[in-house]
């Protein structure tokens, strides 16, 4: 007898966790502001949904350095300044550097032809839904994480791929930030393929040096633009 049906589900579980993901999202593409006071009442009337599993999904995210709770002030999504773009840089740097680099040295076909693949699939993708300027590709974007992703999942440590997931998280808010200005002026193919082809030819330096130099463009770009840090 099949008795799975008659366990009790937790629809206050169920319910916050769809709504961490929901509120994930709409941090990470900036539909949140930094800053931003985030009130039970605003965020139960958007949702759609209780208090318990708002207050529940913002416990989730202040976890995740998303949301911030301000002593008895209540949540505000996670400001953001030029110091922790830095250091955000920098420690995706060094973790994703040692983890292509665990990654080349115990390259087998399957990861080298993941890491063949992924580029081609996001080769293929346009980076902008529209011509005439940019209109974010949820595809493009997907495919993009996968291709980094795949970069360092032969590294041998799930752990370290998961300190790298979280900083990723982290830097894509600040990257949708100031998009519309990067869009132009980055040929982000040709920073792709020179990774690409640096681990086809097994060479770990060259392979890290361009993987370096590409999130370092990507924090040039924002730390220039006045949108996202106006002159003080």
């Known amino acids: 007898m099949d008795t799975t049906a008659a366990l009790p589900i937790d629809l206050g579980v169920t319910q916050a966790s769809s709504l961490c993901d929901r509120l994930r999202t709409d941090l990470l593409e900036g539909r949140l502001r930094p800053g931003q006071k985030l009130q039970l009442k605003f965020l139960m009337e958007t949702y759609q949904v209780g208090q318990t599993p708002v207050r529940e999904a913002l416990?989730?995210?202040?976890?995740?350095?998303?949301?911030?709770?301000?002593?008895?002030?209540?949540?505000?999504?996670?400001?953001?300044?030029?110091?922790?773009?830095?250091?955000?840089?920098?420690t995706r740097s060094w973790l994703e550097e040692r983890a292509l680099r665990e990654s080349m040295k115990s390259a087998s076909p399957a990861w080298e032809e993941g890491v063949v693949l992924a580029w081609h699939r996001l080769s293929k993708t346009r980076r902008s839904l529209?011509?005439?300027?940019?209109?974010?590709?949820?595809?493009?974007?997907?495919?993009?994480?996968?291709?980094?992703?795949?970069?360092?999942?032969?590294?041998?440590?799930?752990?370290?791929?998961?300190?790298?997931?979280?900083?990723?998280?982290?830097?894509?808010?600040?990257?949708?930030?100031?998009?519309?200005?990067?869009?132009?002026?980055?040929?982000?193919?040709?920073?792709?393929?020179?990774?690409?082809?640096?681990?086809?030819?097994?060479?770990?330096?060259?392979?890290?040096?361009?993987?370096?130099?590409?999130?370092?463009?990507?924090a040039d770009v924002i730390l220039a633009d006045p949108t996202v840090f106006p002159a003080s």
């Open 59 to 90: 416990n989730r995210l202040a976890s995740e350095g998303l949301v911030a709770l301000r002593d008895q002030r209540g949540f505000t999504v996670t400001g953001i300044s030029l110091d922790e773009l830095r250091e955000l840089t920098r």
């Open 130 to 218: 529209s011509d005439a300027g940019l209109d974010s590709n949820p595809e493009w974007e997907r495919l993009h994480r996968l291709f980094h992703r795949q970069l360092i999942l032969g590294c041998g440590s799930r752990w370290l791929v998961g300190y790298i997931d979280q900083q990723v998280d982290l830097l894509y808010r600040y990257r949708q930030l100031s998009a519309r200005k990067a869009f132009p002026t980055r040929n982000l193919y040709e920073e792709h393929e020179a990774i690409v082809r640096a681990v086809v030819d097994g060479d770990a330096d060259r392979a890290v040096a361009r993987l370096m130099a590409h999130f370092q463009a990507s």
